[in-house]
């Protein structure tokens, strides 16, 4: 049988994460990092009770999931494809598993704490 | 052998002679901020796990300056992320036919900021 290429996967990966990452990622970067830090939103809006409820449910915790794993595979992918153009030529064999293994750790180490929580 | 003496344009800086690889650069540069921005939320996830006093921490570094200065340059990324991959979805879509006519690229780009638009509203509206 050839050799068959591992590409599609990883850039459906890629593709998945990008279409996750442009549809929540400004909404949730707006909440988290700026109007709640600056007080725009309701103190309680990000207190523990109600987040570790949220994380703690089923729905919850795949949306965070989903979103945290796929937008990790989005960015490695992205990553690893612009080495090239960074002027890396050489080992990226290396780079490949140091690229994608990174993103299967924070698959697996999200995956982790959504269970961790999920049966608090 | 004799060194070769071919003449190799030096590639130093390519990406500032034309805006477009420019623009490349930047698109292919935002998966560095939304790697960031994972890395903070999976942080903020296992401090949520490990209880209320390791979540306050988290939150207190929300509240950092630095961490607001960080965020503005992630939600710039983010938001140039969501610009420009709605606009090569056309490129990536298969053709979709309406009637006997292939819908216009403009459709299916307007038909994303409009799907983008519409997830945002829901998200803030869930938060506050």
Redesign the interface.
Same mark, same amino acid.
């Given at each position: 049988m050839p050799k068959r290429s591992n590409e599609p996967i990883f850039w459906s990966l890629f593709g998945a994460g990008g279409v996750v990452a442009a549809m929540v990622l400004p909404a949730l970067v707006l909440i988290t990092g700026l109007a709640w830090p600056l007080g725009l939103l309701p103190e309680a809006a990000l207190a523990y009770p109600r987040i570790s409820e949220f994380a703690g449910s089923l729905i919850g915790g795949l949306a965070l999931f989903v979103v945290i794993s796929l937008t990790c595979w989005h960015a490695a992918h992205r990553i690893f494809h612009s080495l090239h153009d960074f002027g890396v030529h050489r080992g990226l064999g290396v780079w490949k598993v140091i690229c994608y293994g990174a993103a299967l750790v924070g698959t697996l180490w999200t995956a982790i704490q959504v269970l961790r929580l999920l049966f608090a | 052998m004799a060194a070769r003496n071919t003449y190799v344009r030096p +590639?130093a800086g390519w990406?500032r002679r034309n805006p477009r690889f420019t623009a490349y +650069?930047l698109r292919?540069?935002s %998966?560095?901020f939304? %790697?960031l921005?994972? !890395?903070? !939320?999976?942080w903020?996830?296992?401090a !949520?796990?490990g209880g209320?006093e390791s979540?306050?921490g988290w939150?207190d570094f929300?509240?950092?300056p630095l961490?607001?200065l960080? *965020? !503005?340059l992630?939600?710039a990324a %983010?938001?140039y *992320?969501?610009y420009t991959? $709605?606009q090569v979805a056309p490129k %990536?879509t298969p053709p979709l036919a309406l009637g006997s006519r292939r819908l216009p690229d403009q459709a299916i780009i307007m038909g994303?900021y409009a799907? $983008?638009a519409l997830?945002?509203l829901v998200?803030?509206i869930v938060?506050?």
């Open positions: - | +590639m990406y +650069m292919e540069g %998966a560095v939304l %790697a921005y994972a !890395l903070i !939320l999976l903020g996830l296992t !949520l796990a209320a979540y306050q939150l929300l509240s950092s961490s607001v960080l *965020h !503005l992630i939600l %983010a938001g *992320h969501t991959w $709605f %990536a994303g799907s $983008f997830v945002s998200i803030l938060a506050w």
